[in-house]
Each structure stands twice: as C-alpha cells, then as structure tokens.
C-alpha cells in the first residue's frame, strides 16, 4: 500500500508494505504514480515508509522473480526509473525520510529526493551487485552527482552498507537525526519548506535566465508575507 497524506500544502507519500520491509512491486509502482499525481501541487512533497525498520529494501523479489525475459526486466526497469525522475522534477522541494534501512533500489529512491534525512541507526546501501545486478532506476548516475564518481563507483561496485553518520560525512544523507525525534524533527523541517519559498529557490538553483530569477525575488519583494515578516524584524531593531 502507498499512503498519501496532504496537510497545509505539505505532501507525504508513505511506502508501507510491513510484510516485505517495505520493497517495492509492480503494484506499487501503479500505486506510487496515483500518489505522485496526488500530490501535484503541493508546496513539498516527503518519501518515507512506514514503521522503523524499513525505508525502502528495493525491489519486491518474490514478486518481480516472474520477471524472466530481457523485454519484461527493462519495461519494470523504466517504468520505477521514470518514477524516480518525476520525483527528481517535482517542482517544489522534496525529502526522502528515511525512517530505515535503504537498500539497493531503496536507496536509489531516496536519492531521488532532494534531501535526504535519516535516523541515526539507519544504514544505506547500493547493494545491488550481491544480487548480480546493477542499480537501475537511475539512482548510479544520481549517486555520482552526490559523493562523486570514484566514491559512487566505490559503493556501488562493492555494495557496501554504511551508517547514516558515514553517509553525512560522504555527502548521500543531509541530516543525521536521533531516532528518538526522528518522526517530530522531519516533519518539522518538512513544514518549514512547505511554508517558506523554498519552491522558488529550488527553481533557481536549478538554473534559470537572470531575468526570471530577479523576476521571482520582485514579486516576493512586493507581497505581503515579506512585509509582515519585515516589520517584525525593524520593529525588533528599535
């Protein structure tokens, strides 16, 4: 089952499949575009998974084992690889909380993100080569934009597991949270992109013609919301 959850323009898209750590089927597949269709609009989105043991542990193997043939392996292959890219062009922020173990595609849906926060118990693996595979639902490319090529291909072609806290140090999780607050201090941050416009400066860190990125600060310039915060701060001042 994926759950859908919009409150105050805040979207969250949890993965919870208990019974499989939260792996990922052809069903859920169908399930998680109705959920990103859901959830157009909204000012963040958040990807987690239910309980606290799994984020995402990859592709469902007891369900995609029927998948024999080269044709049906690539067809499964780009169907998540485009889910994970309509992830990647959300156009407002969006966060992978990772309230568990990524694993292999796990982990490439987390990357998908554009932040990623994480327990502090939690590890992280492309592991993908223990199963004689290699990471196919974009997350290898993506992995090199994050920790660079030598490290992507070092975790990738070895497969192995790290710690949350290595995975700060190496540049793949932003945020390293005790798991004690870890369902409070996500969601926090989570509301706090979803009310500021942080839409806006995701776009333009994305690279956008100077006229449109002075355009975008113009009209925030001018609105309410920037006055009423700016007159709290003068009226602090004197």
């Known amino acids: 089952m994926v759950d859908l959850e919009i409150e105050e323009g805040l979207a969250v898209i949890t993965i919870d499949r208990p019974h499989a750590r939260n792996a990922i089927s052809l069903e859920t ?8 269709d859901g959830a157009a609009g909204a000012a963040a989105l958040v990807l987690t998974g239910a309980g606290d043991r799994a984020f995402v542990s990859g592709g469902d193997l007891k369900e995609l084992s029927a998948l024999r043939t080269v ?3 690539s067809a499964m292959s780009l169907r998540m690889r485009t889910l994970c890219d309509r992830i990647a062009a959300f156009p407002a922020p969006t966060v992978a909380a990772l309230n568990g173990h990524a694993l292999g595609g796990g982990a490439e849906f987390a990357v998908a993100a554009d932040i990623r926060l994480a327990a502090d118990d939690i590890k992280i693996g492309f592991n993908q080569v223990a199963l004689a595979i290699m990471p196919a639902w974009g997350g290898a490319e993506r992995l090199v934009e994050l920790v660079g090529y030598s490290k992507a291909l070092l975790l990738a072609g070895t497969g192995r597991l790290i710690s949350a806290t290595e995975a700060e140090r190496v540049g793949l999780i932003d945020q390293v949270i005790p798991r004690a607050s870890f369902d409070q201090q996500w969601r926090v941050i989570a509301r706090s992109l979803a009310t500021t416009p942080a839409g806006r400066v995701k776009r333009v860190m994305q690279g956008v013609p100077t006229t449109e990125a002075v355009a975008a600060f113009a009209h925030l310039w001018v609105s309410d919301e920037h006055w ?6 003068m009226k602090k001042g004197t």
């Open 228 to 233: 009423a915060a700016a007159d709290k701060v």
């Open 71 to 73: 044709e049906q392996a």
């Open 29 to 36: 597949m169908d399930q998680l575009e109705k959920a990103l």
